[in-house]
């Protein structure tokens, strides 16, 4: 697939009041286009609810899917499962500013909106903040075992030069 922008742009002005939905597959192409190489491989479905009323638009998000990660900890590469939901409020007045993450301002004349960068924070925020391969079903981890032995070989397992310091006591 490649990334448009343009597939990104809802045209508000001419849509009724009431309910519309879009529907975005996201790939890989998508994230390189908004300037990262963290998510080479993507397959996310996004679906996305306007309402229109007559003073504001209410976008509903709701994706999953999932992305190719870097582990933090063996740095091979695995697939990372994500799903979320997120909420913008689209009101509209003089000049355009963002409230907060929810809230946005358009001005009066604003025909269209680029959902695109709302998108691509939604789903990032959804990912876990450590990136770790998923433990199997015992409970084991799934990394690389290669890494992981010369991780645990690194590890230092007691340092007696720190030892006098843990009887120490302070009142």
Excluded at 27 to 47: M, P, Y
Excluded at 64 to 84: A, F, I, P, S, T
Excluded at 117 to 139: A, C, M, R, T, W
């Amino acid at each position: 697939m490649r990334y448009s922008s343009n597939d990104y742009i809802i045209n508000f002005k001419g849509l009724d009041v009431g309910n519309h939905y879009f529907e975005y597959k996201i790939d890989g192409a998508f994230f390189e286009a908004k300037g990262t190489q963290d998510f080479r491989k993507a397959n996310v479905t996004a679906k996305v609810e306007m309402i229109k009323e007559s003073t504001m638009l209410i976008f509903n998000f709701a994706f999953h899917g999932n992305v190719e990660l870097e582990c933090d900890r063996c740095l091979d590469r695995y697939e990372q499962q994500m799903k979320g939901t997120a909420r913008l409020i689209v009101k509209f007045g003089d000049k355009a500013k963002e409230i907060s993450e929810e809230i946005l301002i358009v001005p009066f004349e604003a025909y269209q909106i680029d959902i695109s960068q709302y998108l691509y924070e939604f789903i990032v925020l959804s990912l876990p903040v450590k990136h770790v391969h998923p433990d199997d079903k015992n409970g084991f981890p799934t990394c690389n075992p290669e890494m992981l032995e010369r991780l645990e070989n690194l590890t230092i397992k007691n340092d007696t030069r720190w030892d006098a310091l843990k009887n120490i006591k302070l009142e």
